[in-house]
Structure formats: structure tokens, C-alpha cells
Nanobody, 117 residues
Framework: QVQLVESGGGLVQPGGSLRLSCAASGILLRFSALNWYRQVPQNPRELVAGMSIDGSTNYADSVKDRFTIIRDKDKNTVYLQMNSLKPEDTAVYYC???????????WGQGTQVTVSS
């Protein structure tokens, strides 16, 4: 059974940093495509950052140069390092694991990030 357990969300002031974690069990992240999405109420989920199996990354323009997706193969965990946070980054953040070549997706439970003074 695949489980993705997220942690690291919370309240932070503008300009601050947070590191989200997504610990996986039942699946090896080194063989998967990894993504972080975020969602605010009444809006669809937005892709924030992604990493392919080969380690190549992509980012939404709104977070480029501020967010970094990191894969730790030893800990089987994917992180989202978020720096220079802005109020508009406030959302529920979800990790997503996709099996390449399939429609198989797994999701974390979501973690709230609130950026406010």
C-alpha cells in the first residue's frame, strides 16, 4: 500500500522560509515522477514544481528562483524548499507521485501553508 505523508506546513511571515516534506512508503521515489501542487479554495490545483526520474526539474513562473524541489533517495522523501515566501503563496500544498508511462497517481494528504504578518 502506497502512503505519502506530508509535514512542514504552518504560519510564516512574508519573506520567511518553510520546508515541506513528503515521506513515501510502498513506492520508490527514485523510479517516479514527483510533483508539488497547491490549491486555494474555489481554484483548481496548480502545479508548483516537478522533478522527472532523471532529476530534471520544472517550476511555475510564480515560484521560480524561490522554491526548490529536492529528492532524497536514501530517505525516500521529496521536499519543497520555499524561500522568500509571499502572501500569495498561501495555499494547501500536496505532493504527488506519478508512475511514468501510466495514469497511476498518488497524493499526500495536503499541508496548509499560510504566509501572513
Amino acid at each position: 500500500q502506497v502512503q505519502l505523508v506530508e509535514s512542514g506546513g504552518g504560519l510564516v511571515q512574508p519573506g520567511g522560509s518553510l520546508r515541506l516534506s513528503c515521506a513515501a512508503s510502498g513506492i520508490l521515489l527514485r523510479f517516479s515522477a514527483l510533483n508539488w501542487y497547491r490549491q486555494v479554495p474555489q481554484n483548481p490545483r496548480e502545479l508548483v514544481a516537478g522533478m522527472s526520474i532523471d532529476g530534471s526539474t520544472n517550476y511555475a513562473d510564480s515560484v521560480k528562483d524561490r522554491f526548490t524541489i529536492i529528492r532524497d533517495k536514501d530517505k525516500n522523501t521529496v521536499y519543497l524548499q520555499m524561500n522568500s515566501l509571499k502572501p500569495e503563496d498561501t495555499a494547501v500544498y500536496y505532493c504527488n507521485v506519478n508512475i511514468p508511462g501510466t495514469s497511476i497517481d498518488y497524493w499526500g494528504q495536503g499541508t496548509q501553508v499560510t504566509v501572513s504578518s
